[in-house]
């Protein structure tokens, strides 16, 4: 099974300001996506294969990363990016990354 | 847009069978060329994908929970289906229906979501 770590754990940042998470394989993985989730709801697909936005999604998001590496930038912070961030593959089988808290400062 | 809606017990007694049904809106699960799949939540904690299923039946499980999950589709009710048997509490958790992606690689479109709590 292909492990995800992400870090931070948590993110404390001010709106305005620029995020970047990580999301580590424990192998190389041919595809990765990004869900946000806010508290009580399900998760929203922001990216997937690496740095494709999703239907809707703002700008301001933005994924990169390759092989084992990858990221989340949120260029801009607005209040309602403070959430929740996890990352996803699929090289084998669906596993999710712990998750990224992103609090406000 | 496509919209999935959970539905089912939101209390089941250890050692029993949890029981869940998915209704899909606005999209149709025959002929979709789509998987569906469930996946669970326990409270704040990460994700985990149970399974998922094909329109003609087709099924795939996660491997830590193969011996006890069963994933079934009901194309004349546009709706799929989870039951996980000999629950424990363990297995409480938010539990969301969600479409994967024509790519097979990601869940585009979630349901809300429906909490169970397994307790005597």
């Known amino acids: 099974e292909v492990v995800l770590t992400q870090s931070p754990a948590t993110l404390s940042l001010s709106p305005g300001e620029r995020a970047t998470l990580s999301c580590r394989a424990s192998?190389?993985?041919?595809?990765l996506a990004w869900y946000q989730q806010r508290p009580g709801r399900a998760p929203r697909l922001l990216i997937y294969d690496a740095s494709t936005r999703a239907t809707g999604i703002p700008a301001r998001f933005s994924g990169g990363g390759s092989g084992a590496d990858f990221t989340l930038t949120i260029s801009s912070l607005e209040p309602e990016d403070f959430a929740v961030y996890y990352c996803q593959q699929q090289t084998s089988w669906y596993t999710f990354g712990q998750g990224t808290k992103l609090e406000i400062k | 847009q496509v919209q999935l809606q959970e539905s089912g017990p939101g209390l089941v007694q250890p050692s029993q069978t949890l029981s869940l049904t998915c209704t899909v809106s606005a999209g149709s699960i025959s002929g979709s060329g789509f998987y569906w799949s469930w996946i669970r939540q326990p409270a704040g904690k990460g994700l985990e994908c149970i399974g998922r299923?094909?329109?003609?039946?087709?099924?795939n499980y996660n491997s830590s929970l193969k011996s006890r999950v069963t994933i079934s589709v009901d194309t004349s009710k546009n709706q799929f289906s989870l039951r996980l048997t000999s629950v424990t509490a363990a297995d409480t958790a938010v539990y969301y229906c969600?479409?994967?992606?024509?790519?097979?690689?990601?869940?585009?479109?979630w349901g809300q979501g429906i909490l169970v709590t397994v307790s005597s």
């Open positions: 192998q190389t993985v041919s595809n």
């Open positions: 299923i094909y329109a003609s039946g087709s099924t």
């Open positions: 969600a479409r994967v992606s024509s790519s097979w690689r990601h869940f585009d479109y």
